[in-house]
């Protein structure tokens, strides 16, 4: 029997930022960790465990995006997946706009390219992702780390570092109810003006600015938006209480967290601890359990180790 493992440690995202719609993220410090074994011996192409308190919500059949993205790579190459069994260590919460699809899409395949031999750079790999999971804004920092920009060029994708101020700490506040980005995405306008598409681009350049410098005045600013932020926020129950008491204790600006419904606070130190009470205790008032915490920007991104 040939039996080879790979572990592929992946990190939370948060994206969107306010105006970077579906271009910008920041990876951080909660991680879902993927075991693959690989067994030629077995009769079953996938053999699928999870542990952590969501893992109810995680399909262990074929179907499960983890194999999906595993057995992608094969596909790409025109080969059949060897049978495989995955365990996964679930730390990111399911369907709360930290890109938990994200951390599955990248261990899968960066998985399944450390088994094939590694057919492919770090950057086919990238583009890979990319394309399963539609946009770039999870992928690419759960990949890379820190937080990255992603334009389209005609040949894929071109990715820029943005430098995180030391200044700077995201303070995520995690209801204990989802949100589907299939729904999060049906509210949105099909078509924006004019002034929109201005309002965004000059809050998106001033926010990365901000983002560099850690000026809380610039990023209370940048972080405004009129793309998506607003029709979403009707589907995240009490976000003005929780904006506002976020903001009252010292936050420099509050977005929602991807597709929601998480919520990111964007702080100084001195204020996190604060800020994250009041954001709990915000929700708390409404009825609403939540989990909220300062966190740290994940530098490194997804890390992989092998055994043999």
Request: glycine share 8%.
């Amino acid at each position: 029997m040939a039996f080879s493992t790979v572990t592929v440690q992946v990190p939370a995202t948060t994206a969107n930022l306010g105006p970077g719609f579906d271009c910008l993220g920041v990876a951080l410090n909660l991680y879902n960790c993927f075991q693959f074994t690989q067994n030629e011996a077995s009769a079953t192409p996938v053999d699928i465990t999870v542990n952590g308190e969501e893992a109810a919500g995680v399909s262990t059949a074929s179907d499960s995006l983890i194999y999906r993205a595993f057995a992608h790579l094969y596909d790409h190459f025109g080969q059949s997946p060897p049978p495989v069994k995955i365990t996964i260590d679930l730390g990111v919460p399911l369907s709360r706009g930290l890109g938990s699809s994200a951390t599955a899409i990248v261990g899968g395949l960066l998985a399944a390219n450390k088994l094939a031999g590694n057919p492919l750079e770090n950057q086919d790999l990238l583009q890979l992702a990319i394309a399963l999971e539609g946009h770039p804004d999870n992928i690419v920092p759960a990949f890379l780390g820190g937080c990255r920009l992603a334009v389209p060029t005609n040949k894929g994708w071109e990715i820029c570092e943005i430098p995180w101020s030391e200044n700077l700490v995201p303070v995520v506040a995690i209801p204990n109810f989802e949100l589907s980005t299939q729904q999060a995405r049906l509210v949105l306008p099909s078509q924006v003006s004019r002034d929109v598409a201005i309002f965004n681009a000059s809050h998106l350049g001033l926010l990365l600015r901000a983002i560099e410098t850690g000026r809380g005045n610039w990023i209370k600013l940048g972080m405004q938006d009129q793309l998506h932020q607003p029709y979403r926020q009707q589907l995240i129950p009490n976000y003005t209480d929780v904006e506002s008491a976020a903001l009252s204790a010292g936050a420099y600006g509050v977005a929602i967290s991807g597709a929601g419904p998480t919520l990111l606070a964007i702080t100084s130190f001195g204020d996190a601890e604060n800020v994250a009470q009041e954001m709990q205790s915000a929700w708390e008032k409404a009825g609403i359990k939540a989990q909220v915490m300062p966190l740290e920007v994940s530098k490194t991104g997804a890390s992989i180790k092998t055994n043999n």
